[in-house]
Every structure is written in C-alpha cells, then in structure tokens.
C-alpha cells in the first residue's frame, strides 16, 4: 500500500505527526527518509507530541538513539546521518532495540542497510516549491494501518 500526502508547512507537519500517534503499536519499525532540512525529525517530534511528551525533541544526530518513555509506550528515536559503515551498529548492539515492544523511528535508514530489521513502513519525505510532499508505503499490517489513519488527516 503506498499513498502520498502534500503538507503545506512544518506546522501542518507536526500536526499530522500527531495524528500518527493514534495509530503507532508496539513493535512497529518506522523508516524516515528525505534529504537534510526535510522534515524527518519534526515529524518526529509531532508524533512524540501526539504521545503526551512535552519537553524538547532534539535530533539525535550525534547520540544515535533517543530513547523516550512516555506512558505505556517505549520509542527509540534513530538518527543515523553520521554512520559511515552499517557495522558500526552492531557495536552499538543496535538489535537489542527491535524487541517487538518499542516503537522504533529511525531516520537515513539507508545508512543502516543490512543492520536493520524490515521496516513496517517507510516514509520519503520531499521538498516541492512549496511545503511537504510525503510517500508512504506500508510492508506489513501495522505499517497500513498508519497509513489509513494518517491519509485521514487530509481527507
């Protein structure tokens, strides 16, 4: 299943965020994609407000993994701009993460190929003359369902 959504701003990007949240489960692996500057992590951070969490959501950029605990939910927030060698993820016990349990959003998922489980769903995220354009495509149950709940949001 694959769908696209144009978004007018990162307002309207954290906003659709949230409404992702409703949908998210337990053990889902979600793959970010698009170029610097795209959006990646305020979508991420409007999913996280979707949650309940309310202090600031800072890229990962040069921890890896942000781990947030918010009521029953487990998130680890990947960024994964500065691996240069998959392997490097092993070191880091990057498995350890994918528990079925924890909801795993991972940012240059490419960077990571070969290390990484299968996503559920993925999502590119472009930069048109104006706004977002987002492509979602869903590989499994759990990745579908948050492309129905969050293709809602424009309709």
């Known amino acids: 299943m694959q769908t696209t959504i144009e978004l007018a701003d990162e ?17 889902i692996v979600v793959t970010l994609s698009g170029d610097l500057g795209a959006g990646k992590t305020t979508l991420v951070r409007g999913i996280l407000r979707g949650l309940g969490y309310k202090d600031s959501v800072k890229s990962p950029t040069y ?3 942000e781990p947030y605990d918010i009521g029953q939910h487990r998130i680890y927030h990947f960024d994964l701009y500065r691996i240069h060698d998959a392997e490097e993820l092993e070191a880091m016990g990057i ?4 528990d079925g349990q ?3 959003l991972i940012e240059w998922p490419e ?8 996503a559920d769903l993925w999502c590119n995220i472009l930069l048109p003359e104006q706004g977002r354009g ?3 495509e869903g590989y499994s149950g759990k990745g579908r369902e948050v492309i129905r709940h969050a ?5």
Request: aromatic share 12%; glycine share 10%.
């Open 111 to 118: 960077k990571g190929r070969g290390m990484l489980p299968k």
């Open 151 to 155: 293709t809602s949001y424009k309709s």
């Open 134 to 136: 987002v492509i979602m």
């Open 102 to 104: 924890s909801i795993c």
């Open 63 to 65: 921890t890896l993994v």
């Open 11 to 27: 307002h309207e990007m954290l906003q659709w965020g949230a409404v992702w949240a409703e949908a998210l489960s337990p053990g």
């Open 95 to 98: 498995r350890d993460y994918f």
